[in-house]
């Protein structure tokens, strides 16, 4: 099994290979830049100082969904704080609170370490370096050409060969390669220009924004909140001059009130949105009335929750009337309307936390006036005299020129893959085994568990993907909008389905999805005896895959098997399709974890469902 990526998307996939594996299996963890293991562009310590802290809150970064304070109590109990600077390293992490992002780095270092551990004699895990830049499917396996590759001693893997590309033989692969760079075009001009920042989660531009004079002029293009975190990161190194977030659409982000925890509300469906689409006019049109009498009906009937994170409550009880309500629209309008409210849908989803926003509300205040939001699109940055740069933004009063000594660029993400420029994707998308996402135009065509469609709408099974290269999938097959098509809260959902998908077809040597359908059927046609017997057996099945140890994944696999050889044989798929109990493996497994990944339920809701130990115990 190799995994393509090993950031945020690829270590939370490891880990679950890992916990879920049963047989032996050698997982390789692959990565092209051996700083961002772990941790990937957002979170490795070279790009984040101890300054810049996560937007979510610190119960909302465990890696696994069943498990909200798993990071908190890693936190609290087991992080080495022996270099951690004041105030951190006296610092109690609570749920709603703050925490610094280079910690996670050295969070999910732990946590793969102690899933590998704990997996399953013959399961083993290997952290090779290396840029893959090409897959090829071949008769025996999945052909994956790997440059500059390096793999540890004794891992039975090649040798590193000089200069040539290593090719590597597997029998799966998952592509978990994180965010792609645009090469932004109003910066054609200045991109190796001292006075801009392509790039301000690296060294170099730690660096620079660290080193800048305090009275510096300082532009940032964006106004997300990575814009937040380099604007952050000058105000608490005590910058006087004047800093300017230059943003297209004018959104500022919610501050998450203090006490804030997630939560699902329930409201009626959106109705006028699944009307045929006309025009954007009378499209948004509708999009307004309905939003409005959403939020006023979450305020009446939720009198609890803070008017700030209304809209967040909103946008969550949509997203299972999204997919339908985004078939109305036609490609082309869908793609436009993505590309012109693309930063406000992700306002409208999340927020940030306090630690974050209070100093850059404060510094927006006219008491202050540091931070000047200025709403326009940067058409061109060109150089200026004595190294400064000179940005020119259409507003709607007209051009207006800025002079700056920084202009930092947050983030520019490539979210077309035909415009990427990794040779990866050259080749893949070339011979038509990865396919742009027709329908949003971001990220790739795949089914619902993530494994690549190819040009002709074919299962590529024996690859799989994980993360940013879902977001137009998410968008179109779950309603999810802003960040949350490729996050943490997608990965966790995402990891789980890939890895067990992974682990069923190498396991059983049969890819059972050509049955899901009929075992949808199945499911819901059980005699109500055969049905208590199956809801205890996934009740088991979900506990085994959460379960972090080997000795209680073992103990309820073996009361799992004991459950399923003395239940009643649930209806057949299909005639002579499967044996028996691998028919009834495959449902429980199925069950259990389209239970595991269901959204419309919180984590804490989940773990009372299944009876989950301990997870709330910031003490355990």
């Not at 393509?4 to 997982?27: D, H, K, Q, W």
């Not at 969904?65 to 704080?81: C, I």
């Not at 952290?127 to 891992?155: C, F, K, M, N, Y």
């Not at 011979?431 to 065509?445: M, S």
Request: aromatic share 6%; charged share 25%.
């Amino acid at each position: 099994m190799l995994i393509v990526g090993a950031g945020l998307a690829g270590t939370a996939t490891a880990i679950r290979l890992l916990c879920f594996a049963r047989r032996p299996l050698e997982v390789i963890l692959l990565e092209r830049h051996p700083n961002y293991r772990s941790a990937g562009v957002a979170y490795h310590q070279d790009g984040n100082p101890w300054g810049h802290v996560f937007n979510i809150q610190a119960g909302r970064m465990s890696v696994f969904r069943e498990d909200v304070l798993d990071f908190v109590r890693w936190a609290n109990h087991e992080a080495d704080r022996t270099h951690w600077p004041a105030p951190w390293a006296e610092f109690t992490f609570v749920e709603q609170g703050p925490a610094p992002r280079r910690i996670f780095q050295h969070y999910l270092i732990d946590r793969l370490a102690k899933a590998s551990k704990e997996a399953c004699p013959g399961v083993v895990l290997v952290e090779a370096d290396g840029e893959a830049i090409d897959v090829e499917l071949t008769s025996s396996g999945v052909e994956v050409t790997v440059r500059q590759w390096s793999a540890p001693q004794g891992s039975g893997l090649p040798a590193r060969q000089g200069s040539e590309p290593t090719v590597i033989l597997a029998d799966h692969v998952i592509l978990a390669t994180g965010l792609e760079l645009r090469e932004p075009p109003f910066a054609a001009e200045v991109l190796a220009h001292p006075a801009f920042v392509r790039n301000p989660f690296s060294e170099a531009g730690v660096r620079q924004l660290s080193a800048l004079s305090p009275e510096a002029t300082v532009a940032i293009v964006g106004s997300t909140l990575s814009a937040y975190d380099s604007a952050g990161l000058l105000l608490r190194q005590g910058h006087l001059g004047p800093i300017y977030l230059l943003s297209k659409t004018g959104t500022i982000f919610r501050t998450y009130p203090r006490g804030h925890e997630h939560g699902v509300v329930h409201l009626a469906c959106p109705r006028s949105l699944l009307e045929p689409y006309r025009d954007r006019e009378e499209f948004l049109a509708r999009v307004r009335t309905e939003w409005e009498a959403a939020c006023a009906a979450v305020g009446r009937e939720h009198p609890d929750i803070d008017p700030a994170v209304v809209a967040e409550r909103v946008a969550k009880a949509w997203e299972p009337h999204l997919p339908e309500a985004i078939a109305q629209i036609p490609s082309a309008e869908l793609r436009s309307l993505l590309d012109d409210f693309s930063t406000a849908l992700a306002s409208f989803r999340v927020g940030a936390v306090e630690h974050t926003m209070a100093i850059i509300e404060q510094a927006m205040h006219p008491d202050d006036g540091r931070v000047q939001l200025i709403v326009g699109k940067v058409e061109r940055i060109a150089p200026a005299g004595s190294g400064k740069l000179t940005l020119r933004v259409g507003t709607s009063e007209g051009e207006r020129a800025l002079d700056a000594d920084l202009v930092v660029s947050n983030f520019s993400r490539e979210w077309d893959y035909r415009r990427a420029s990794q040779p990866l994707w050259r080749n893949l998308l070339r011979r038509g085994t990865a396919v742009p996402h027709e329908r949003t135009g971001r990220g790739l065509e795949v089914d619902d568990r993530g494994t690549l469609l190819d040009l002709h709408g074919r299962r590529v099974r024996p690859i799989a993907t994980v993360g940013t290269l879902r977001e137009g999938d998410e968008m179109v097959r779950n309603g999810r909008i802003g960040a949350f098509t490729f996050n943490l809260a997608a990965i966790k959902n995402q990891s789980i389905v890939v890895a067990s998908h992974a682990i069923e077809v190498l396991e059983s040597k049969e890819d059972l999805t050509q049955f899901h359908d009929q075992f949808q059927h199945c499911v819901s046609n059980m005699k109500e005896a055969v049905r208590a017997q199956f809801e205890d057996a996934v009740n088991l099945e979900v506990r085994r895959l959460v379960a972090k140890s080997r000795k209680e994944r073992e103990l309820l696999a073996t009361r799992l098997a004991a459950r399923i050889r003395a239940m009643d044989e649930p209806p057949a798929l299909s005639s002579g399709a499967i044996r028996h109990d691998g028919l009834t493996r495959a449902l429980i497994r199925w069950t259990a974890v389209d239970r595991l990944t269901d959204v419309t339920v919180t984590p804490r809701q989940l773990r009372r469902q299944f009876g989950i130990a301990n997870t709330d115990d910031l003490e355990g």
